[in-house]
């Protein structure tokens, strides 16, 4: 797993590139409990486990099994929106970047299949970030998309509406492609949308 | 709540009339207990509760939580592609097929928003009903978009991807203008997700 990001409004963000390292690898052990057995039946002695941390060092980095899960929510969603980001500052246009964006998406979901169980479990035990998940992703595509429209490359009118239909041709490209079977290939499958998002299906 | 349709598979298919009354009232309970409760809090108490049923008359219909939840996803996963079904009968070309069944799917969205969280929830409680409720839909709309294709409507390749990617757009603008916010028309946001599926977002 990539140890790059850090999750956003931690409580007690650790002072020393060691403690940042062990909360990280917290972190990364809880994606995998949360991801296997669910928030109810994850536990913190399996997070510590999988970590390789002493269970007491947990609670000088969260207060609760409730608090990395927040935690882990944010640092997920936090994720993908860079590596979104990363992938889309390597194109000059806005079509060429919502195809980066949705090649990088699918990459990440199929390296992290447990990221769609943490973010949809996350509508039950922490609906605040679930919320925030979405409407931050859905508010980064329509800034793109009316940068895009300023250039004159995507129709002036682009709204609201647009963004959410685009994040949700993504995440279910990602369930279907990369969770339910993963043996397409991200390129092929990000092309084919991101052509459709482009022209539409109507016969010409 | 519609009366109109029942589970499918149903283990004790009620054979009275009576019965039958009894059972919708069981699962229309139960939409309404798993949705404000979700399915680890909901208890088969607040379920005959809610009915107006005794107790021990709900294991004439059902044997556990689990089997009603699991009637509860697919009677859900039915009503909703009735709809549509529905809805899609009454236009005579492809995409104002598809822009009908938009449409339908907000408007049940709107009126049971426990949807939502009833089938997202099966992701975790019942994993088999849920990966059937979506594979089912997309393998209806891809039915319809092959007709389409038939018929010079829509263009000849379109393919599984292009169904999982309209599903994703309804999915998603359901969650956004009928669950976070149900402010906006049904018809008007149907009308912009259908041109966006017509047409693309590229200038022309």
Redesign the interface.
Known sequence: MATDAIPQQADREPRTARGRKTQRALLDAAAVEFGEK?F?EGSISGITRRAGVALGSFYTYFESKDEIFRALVRDMSARVGQRAGEAIARTTDT?SGERAALKAFLEFAREHKEVY?II??A??ADPESY?QH??GT?RRILDR?KVG?ER?????D?????A??I???????G???CV?DDSSDPET?AT??NE????????R
């Open positions: 669910g109810h079509l169980r949809d479990e509508e039950f919320r979405y409407q859905a998309l429209a004159g490359e995507i129709r002036e682009v709204s609201e509406a647009h959410w239909a994040m949700g041709i993504n995440v279910f490209l369930l279907r492609y339910l499958v084919l949308a459709m998002i482009a022209e539409g299906i109507r016969r």
